[in-house]
């Protein structure tokens, strides 16, 4: 098996550079996602070098729902990104987490007044879906006195090599406003009179492994910003998204890097500002290519069943890691506490909840397994905890972070009491008192 640099085999044993994952499952209990900041910070400065060697003014903004832990917000605030934020939760973590506001963009295609109503409040530039929504801006932002920044979402009506749930840019999809009716919605902007359009945005989708989709959109979001220009609308910024997919098959799959990306992308970026006379900031909004690779959940094997397949259940389901079950997604799987040994039997990892969905992997090749023994699964770091929930009423598991040789915890375990805390009591039914 081919592992990211970050990771190692040792005595058996997978190891995140020096943290041995046997011990950090003993010390902290199964199921437990770990994360390592410096992986973190390494992708983001991968990014960052490719981008700016290219042009100087570049704004990194991390899609915050990849991965919302306030300890990963903070790693890369003090890296110096902003946020692609799409809801008031995220607004408030991203902000708590020490970004500036002049670096995040609220997103989305169906924002509440109150949503409005915060962006303006915070002065926080606010990418508009839909006329609809501009209207209701411009109205909230006039009874504050304000002048609320905009930037569109562009849908660019292309086709995307990737998940369909995962297709942005679709001329199908819910999000954004059709790229040809985009300079009317500029044109309604600029007569509004508490509206400011300062950029204009895109994102075509995500886990996206090939180049070219971004070149394609890169190129109908230049011609956009030299015709709105001539309209008399200063940019500010061009967001071209984020989408970069990682080799989640390390074996088979090869993922663009950020100097692949650049090196694609940015000369039409580049001919684009020059040809409309600009010179913009450009902001990209990368979620999983910063994050994915960044974190392994480790999980214990409850039991071995031989049915009509091999099943090898584990204490952690699609309460903890969806992607499978939602995406059809494939996570490496490696015997984390015996990786030297024959990978012989083919084995089908199953979670504790009551579904058949619940499959993390199908049919792969692992040593001999037993109760008690770990498994790891890969490159959780994006929509891992993120979409986590308590269905079946698990509590969900602690996250922790590793950064040079510290480890500690970035979130508790859950207990029963957080599964109940937010229920309330009924008056017309008697609460049971426990006997005693
Ligand atoms: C989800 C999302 C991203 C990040 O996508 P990744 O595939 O994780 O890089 C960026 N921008 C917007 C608007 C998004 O919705």
């Not at 998940?163 to 309604?188: D, N, Q, S, V």
């Not at 409309?276 to 450009?282: C, E, F, K, V």
């Not at 909004?285 to 009509?308: F, H, I, M, Q």
């Not at 480890?407 to 009924?426: F, V």
Request: proline share 6%.
């Amino acid at each position: 098996m081919i592992l990211p640099a970050h990771l190692l085999i040792r005595n058996g044993h997978l190891c995140i550079r020096d943290h041995d994952t046997v011990l950090l499952a003993e010390e902290y209990g199964t199921p437990l996602f770990v994360t390592d900041e410096d992986r973190i910070a390494a992708n983001y400065r991968d990014y960052h070098e490719a981008l700016t060697s290219r042009y100087p003014d570049v704004q990194i903004l991390y899609a915050a729902k990849a991965n919302g832990n306030l300890a990963v917000l903070r790693a890369l605030a003090s890296l110096g990104a902003g946020a692609d934020v799409f809801s008031a939760g995220e607004l408030h973590l991203a902000l708590a987490a020490g970004m500036q506001p002049g670096c995040l963009l609220f997103n989305g295609s169906s924002k509440s007044r109150a949503d409005l109503a915060l962006a303006v409040e915070k002065g926080v530039v606010v990418s508009v879906d839909s006329f609809d929504e501009l209207h209701q801006l411009n109205e909230i932002a006039g009874m504050a006195g304000a002048q609320a920044a905009i930037a569109f979402r562009v849908n660019p009506a292309l086709q995307v090599p990737t998940h369909p749930k995962i297709a942005t840019g679709l001329e199908t999809t819910k999000f954004g406003i059709a790229h040809a009716l985009i300079p009317a919605a500029y044109r309604e902007a600029l007569a509004c009179d508490n509206i400011e359009p300062v950029g204009i945005h895109c994102h075509i989708g995500s886990q996206i492994l090939a180049v070219e989709p971004f070149v394609q959109a890169c190129g109908v979001m230049m011609r956009i910003a030299a015709e709105i220009t001539d309209m008399g609308v200063q940019l500010r910024f061009i967001d071209l998204g984020g989408g970069l997919g990682i080799p989640y098959r390390m074996s088979e799959e090869r993922a663009p890097t950020p100097e692949e990306y650049a090196a694609a992308v940015m000369p039409v970026f580049l001919e684009g500002i020059a040809a409309a006379g600009i010179r913009p900031s450009l902001w990209i909004e990368p979620g999983r290519s910063l994050v994915a690779d960044s974190t392994v959940l480790l999980t214990r094997v409850n039991s071995v069943k031989e049915a009509y397949r091999t099943f090898i259940n584990v204490d952690a389901g699609f309460n903890l890691l969806i992607r499978p079950a939602m995406y059809d997604a494939y996570h490496e799987v490696v015997a984390a506490d015996r990786a030297d040994q024959d990978h012989t039997v083919r084995s089908t990892i199953a979670g504790p909840i009551c579904e058949t969905g619940d499959i993390l992997a199908t049919d792969r090749l692992l040593p001999a397994l037993r109760a008690g023994n770990l498994l790891a699964l890969l490159d959780c770091g994006a929509y891992g905890f993120a979409m986590s929930s308590q269905y079946n009423s698990r509590p969900r598991c602690p996250e922790v972070m590793l950064k040079g040789s510290s480890a500690a915890l970035m979130r508790r375990g859950e207990t029963i009491d957080d599964l109940t805390s937010a229920m309330q009591p009924l008056p017309w039914q008697e609460q049971d008192t426990p006997p005693g």
